[in-house]
């Protein structure tokens, strides 16, 4: 005979699941309370197959992003923070909950990314793959359309041009998939041995790379997740604004801002070995200083989807 799951079992374990715990775990303290195991588990299925379970989560990650954004207003940062290295634990009190950003001037140099890619060592490992590239970014009337137009050409062409020749018309950018390159595969590798406030990527997922020349420009912009930019090779200047400055969301081009970032702008230069936290809705404004490579990781231990939170 069926053992049904009682009203007050099953609003713990909706509000349990809604709440990041594991079906594992839900299942193993209602077999542990006398429920059958097969029953307890059917039960954890349903409910989470449910469309109005589905809802309540999306709510409740509603609910805790505008809680976030609710302490980011309370602690209003005044500067960026600089440390050597940090701790997981110390990394998701002060930062990521806090919504704070950090720069970590030791935790990515052990990578072999940061050791061994140059623009001369990945021509000439890859020189001959075809890939795409960003171009006509000068075109762009409005900051969204810089990322509209790309052409094919391959990494070693790209390379040679972006070491050599200063401009923002040609780039590469998350939107033209590096990494998913198959013949790039390799690359993946090279992002051993990981800041330990990271977890490991699931390729094609987590990563992305960002090269240009001296003079290339991401308009300010957010983003709807927290992002680790690590600085291969090269300098640039990043700008960011805080997501308590509300009125940086008026007039939204997409997820640009159409604003211009004034003396509210935290000011900081990231150089080879560096990695800049910068935390989830925080505007910002990259340009390179010299010929770049860039790594993008959102491979956080934590939830780190916030798609909603964009712009209508």
């Known amino acids: 005979m069926e053992t049904r799951l009682g009203l007050e079992w099953e609003l713990w374990a909706v509000a349990q699941l809604a709440g990041g715990a594991s079906a594992d775990a839900v299942v193993a303290t209602l077999v542990g309370d006398g429920l059958a195991g097969d029953d307890a588990r059917a039960k954890v299925d349903e409910l989470l197959a449910s469309p109005s379970f589905q809802q309540l989560r999306r709510d409740h990650v509603r609910g805790a992003m505008a809680e976030q954004l609710v302490r980011a207003r309370h602690d209003r940062v005044e500067r960026i923070d600089r440390l050597a290295t940090i701790g997981v634990d110390e990394f998701h009190e002060r930062y990521w909950q806090r919504s704070r950003p950090v720069l970590l001037t030791e935790a990515a140099r052990a990578m072999r990314a940061v050791r061994t890619w140059s623009f001369g060592t990945l021509a000439e490992r890859f020189g001959d793959v075809e890939i795409e590239i960003n171009v006509r970014r000068t075109e762009a009337a409005r900051s969204s359309d810089t990322e509209a137009h790309a052409r094919r050409g391959t990494f070693g062409e790209f390379l040679r041009g972006a070491a050599t020749t200063a401009g923002n018309d040609t780039y590469i950018v998350s939107r033209n998939g590096l990494l998913a390159h198959p013949e790039l595969r390799p690359l993946w590798d090279d992002l ?92 910002h404004e990259v340009t390179s200083l010299a010929p770049s490579i860039t790594l993008s990781l959102l491979c956080f231990p934590w939830s780190n989807d916030f798609h909603w939170f964009e712009p209508r």
Request: hydrophobic share 45%.
């Open 192 to 283: 051993a041995p990981l800041p330990a406030i990271l977890a490991p990527p699931q390729p094609p997922r987590g990563a992305s790379l960002w090269i240009g020349p001296a003079g290339t420009r991401s308009p300010a912009h957010f983003d709807p997740h927290g992002v680790l930019l690590v600085q291969v090779q090269g300098e640039k200047r990043v700008r960011l604004v805080a997501p308590d400055h509300l009125d940086m969301f008026e007039g939204l081009d997409g997820y640009y801002a159409t604003r211009v970032l004034d003396d509210r702008a935290l000011d900081i230069t990231i150089g080879p070995g560096d990695a800049l936290f910068v935390p989830l809705a925080w505007f």
